[in-house]
């Protein structure tokens, strides 16, 4: 018999509070290692991955799971888990205290429960599919905020492909649009920030199923929106996020659209600039 979505989350929980105390206890001792040029990886994401798959594979080993330290159980089961054992890595290796574990669990290919858990605060956000989200036990929801120009908003630059990467235009663009736009450097953060109002809305470009299960879950059951760049439907392969509190989320896809379509402000050169003062 399958299980309600919301019978994960006392487990879900209490498994990412495990691998947060074990993250805490690596932080600010690990040295730093290189996946690519920009792409780092510590000690620390091996052992929360390994934490984390330990404990599934005991609990439930008929479930299908990927983590992002290369962890793969692939049986065809119903259920399928996402984990990203420390996102925030890059801020994690320099002592910068932004990052959390992100637990996203499928059933039958749709979203079903989530947890994310940033140990530097001691808060979890958590949701299971039709009952809401919750950080820390209280209920949450994103914010009112009706217009771009009133919203502060967030974004991520995956180091992967970097000198490829457009992002920078819409970082400069919406700047201009909005109070600021942030970038702090965990994706499952960012969304879990959505969902209880600190941001008003998140975009980032190549994100991975392990980045975004948890915190699509989190951000859509506190009332948000998350499509893809043209308004599609979000799946867990889109490698495009924007999530907002829905109320600018079509505000913001118009602006995408200008953008993709090149109608952009420029800027003056640095030397115009310092002149103009
Ligand atoms: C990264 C963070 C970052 C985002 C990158 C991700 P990692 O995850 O979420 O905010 O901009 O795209 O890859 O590598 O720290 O788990
Ligand atoms: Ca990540
Ligand atoms: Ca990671």
């Excluded at 599934?56 to 290369?70: C, N, S, T």
């Excluded at 879950?217 to 599609?232: C, H, R, Y």
Aim: proline residues 4%; contains cysteine.
């Amino acid at each position: 018999m399958s299980q309600a979505p919301a019978d994960f989350l006392a487990p879900m929980q209490q498994l990412a509070r495990e691998a947060g105390g074990l993250l805490m206890s690596f932080f600010g001792k690990v040295a730093i290692e290189y996946k690519g040029e920009a792409d780092l990886v510590t000690k620390a994401d091996r052992a929360s991955e390994k934490l984390i798959v330990e404990a599934i594979r005991k609990q439930w080993p008929d479930h299908d799971l990927v983590g992002e330290e290369g962890s793969r159980t692939e049986t065809g089961s119903d259920y399928r888990w996402y984990i990203d054992p420390l996102d925030g890595t890059t801020n994690f290796a320099h002592g910068y205290p932004v990052f959390c574990v992100s637990l996203g669990l499928e059933f039958r290919g749709e979203l079903f429960a989530g947890v994310i858990y940033d140990p530097t605060r001691d808060e979890m956000f958590c949701a299971a599919k039709g009952a809401g989200a919750r950080m820390n036990n209280h209920q949450i929801h994103v914010s009112q905020t009706p217009l771009l120009k009133e919203s502060l908003i967030a974004t991520g630059f995956p180091s992967r492909k970097r000198h490829q990467n457009p992002n920078i235009n819409f970082y400069h663009q919406l700047t201009l649009r909005s109070h600021g736009v942030r970038r702090a450097g965990s994706a499952a953060l960012d969304l879990c920030y959505v969902a209880c109002g600190r941001y008003d809305a998140f975009w980032e470009f190549n994100l991975n199923s392990w980045d975004t299960a948890a915190g699509v879950l989190i951000a859509q059951e506190a009332g948000g929106k998350v499509t893809n760049f043209s308004n599609g439907p979000f799946t867990i392969d889109s490698a495009q996020v924007m999530a907002s509190n829905g109320l600018l989320h079509d505000e913001l896809l118009k602006e995408f659209a200008a953008i993709f379509a090149g109608r952009v402000e420029g800027l003056p050169t640095a030397e115009e600039y310092l002149k103009s003062r």
